[in-house]
């Protein structure tokens, strides 16, 4: 029997999702949106970093919730881009069954928040990572990098590159995850 890693699973979803092959079928095809599904179920390592009002955010916090784990900093331009996304998906999914968690990776958080100040982020969970911990803990291999969660918190999907999380297409998919 072959056994993977977690650095394995995970860093393997991150190279498939900015690559040609197909996705595997574990769980719905879901590349055309740029969303790859690792080949083995694997519980997500834990986050345990504060958001903007000093509230430290735990995975089991969010246990029965399909959750969006993405990975972003001020100075990556996609990342700049995709965050007012980020925050319409948040509204648009509510926070019965979905959560979204913007995780900074390495700035000040006075940086982080003169940029939220141009930016529609609304209602939007922005975490601060600002001892870049989590990225090798998730196997971060560029930014933006997100994973998606099931409600036993274990990661279904992997996408590195922007997206546009707050298409109709996307909002659909992710509601078929939970």
């Not at 394995?8 to 092959?21: R, T």
């Not at 595997?24 to 790859?36: M, N, Q, R, V, Y």
């Not at 001892?131 to 560029?142: F, N, T």
Request: proline share 7%.
């Amino acid at each position: 029997m072959v056994k993977f890693s977690r650095r394995e699973i995970l860093g393997g979803c991150a190279i498939l999702a900015s690559s040609q092959i197909p996705a595997f079928a574990s769980a719905p095809d879901l590349k055309h949106l740029g969303l790859i599904s690792p080949p083995l179920a694997i519980e997500a390592p834990e986050l345990g970093v504060p958001d903007l009002s000093g509230t430290t955010h735990q995975l089991e916090d969010y246990r029965g919730k399909t959750v969006l784990v993405s990975f972003w900093a001020s100075w990556c331009p996609p990342c700049r881009k995709e965050m007012p996304s980020l925050a319409r998906l948040n509204r648009a999914l509510g926070s019965d069954r979905f959560a979204v968690l913007a995780i900074n990776v390495g700035d000040r958080e006075a940086r982080v928040r003169i940029f939220l100040d141009t930016i529609d982020h609304d209602g939007l969970p922005v975490l601060l990572d600002s001892g870049s911990e989590l990225p090798s803990k998730w196997y971060v291999r560029g930014l933006p990098m997100s994973y998606v969660l099931n409600g036993s918190g274990s990661v279904v999907y992997g996408a590195i590159g922007e997206r546009e999380w707050d298409s109709i297409e996307m909002i659909d998919a992710l509601r078929a995850v939970s």
